[in-house]
């Protein structure tokens, strides 16, 4: 299928899925399970590393991002069919963290279904420890987002 | 296995499940992916409840609760093979709401690995909005708390 | 994106999804987890039913396709990110069961990665019992074949 | 809660694991969706390999089993609450490959909910190439079964 058109409630997003919604998304409330939505997110946060250049560390070796807090706010109840766009964004960094910012929109409801934030910490695997975020990231957050970001609070 | 005794960390918790981490949990970081802290989460709401016989509306039918937010603040990573304690306890009351706590607790690292926070609306799925929470609810949720529960902010 | 050109292993399947692979559908091996494939055939298999216009019968009333077998060979591995072709066909029919085939094909490795088969029983989810495939489901199926279906051995 | 006495049905299995349903592993249609009795399945399977010092080859690194084929035959509809009790049993082998048999017995209905079969080969993730079941595992899995495995057909 097409790619939907981006709505005016993404605009200021860079990194932006296309997804469809899948019947076994949805639980014995014949909604979208909530879990699934944190599922999406992840998605679009991945997506946005790959496209940043930061690494993908896979099976605890290496320094990547990882996850230390993650929120999703539900608007509206989804179901099956539909086809959705999540969004991914970074907001502000800290000296090893980055808070993104995540929109869920159902193009068959033509509206925002959920929205997300998450803290995410660069991690050494290896060593079991944060690290700095390196300027070379930074320049390239900063890039992507088409501004300089500011400090986490 | 026997259930592994209850920590200090979870002594004001009403309900507590005891769970396996399953292999297949864990994702491509060799840790449990975080969509999996959500989906524990909401068994022990469920959980919590089914005791207090607040109505389980199947399939958009009648009434019952709808999650409107949820947050995880992951502590620390997970891995196979371990038991946890994932626990759920109501901490304030609005007219239409209730806002939980939970915490997910390792046996095997002795140390509380996740908190949350989730907002659940008492909602009617025939209608398509939210109802008020009745006294007997109330009175239920007190019951179980062991307190008078105090009005959300 | 555009959906990838459907390959000459496809060209019999009259359903086919494109479907993006997730990173978290990806375990501690790092390439996609067994039980996703079963996820995908189910998407196809639903999308099948969709079009041949069968009943989804939702939480446990009305008459719809109830899985009583499925089986999943798996010739590949399978990595994020990678785009797939999953297919479903009807095979056979008997009085109240049909039988299904489907395959996932990588766009990346452009060759079928798996190949599945299940067996459903169309069923009243209120009597609990099968129910006979009427002359007219089995219309709909032969015209979405483009071939009269087979007895099922 | 304290397991279930063992039924006379999974009398000849020597891994039985003990498992509570999630209310979340219903799907629309108020029942067990179907792919996660193979991720049931699976962790029986691992649960097996670790009695069997088989390597748990993680991360596409060194050497592991990796799975060829898996079906299941649905008895019966499983809903929340339940507990289970999933089998495996490695039932013959091969050169390069073992075939297993599962069960998952539901508690609350005093039957059998599902069986299962699976395909695994023994794999180099390094050489991605399968490797031949060395005696010493032969040995200890025939030690498991309490008898010689015959080989597979």
Redesign the interface.
């Known amino acids: 299928?097409?790619?939907p058109p981006r709505p005016p409630e993404l605009a200021d997003q860079p990194i932006v899925?296309?997804?469809?919604v899948?019947?076994?998304d949805?639980?014995?409330?014949?909604?979208v399970?909530?879990?699934?939505y944190?599922?999406w997110m992840?998605?679009a946060r991945?997506e946005y590393f790959?496209q940043a250049g930061i690494g993908n560390?896979?099976?605890?070796?290496g320094t990547?991002p990882?996850?230390?807090?993650?929120?999703?706010?539900?608007r509206r109840?989804l179901m099956?069919?539909d086809t959705l766009l999540i969004s991914a964004s970074v907001t502000s960094l800290g000296r090893t963290s980055m808070k993104m910012a995540h929109r869920i929109y159902s193009a068959s409801q033509k509206a925002v279904a959920a929205e997300g934030d998450s803290t995410l910490v660069l991690f050494d695997?290896d060593a079991q420890r944060p690290v700095a975020v390196s300027d070379e990231i930074r320049a390239r957050l900063a890039s992507i987002e088409g501004r300089s970001l500011p400090a986490s609070k």
């Open positions: 299928m097409p790619d899925l296309t997804w469809p899948q019947w076994g949805q639980d014995a409330f014949g909604h399970n909530n879990v699934v944190f599922r992840e998605s991945i790959r560390a896979a099976a605890q070796q990547g990882i996850l230390a807090s993650v929120k999703c706010d539900f109840q099956y069919p695997y």
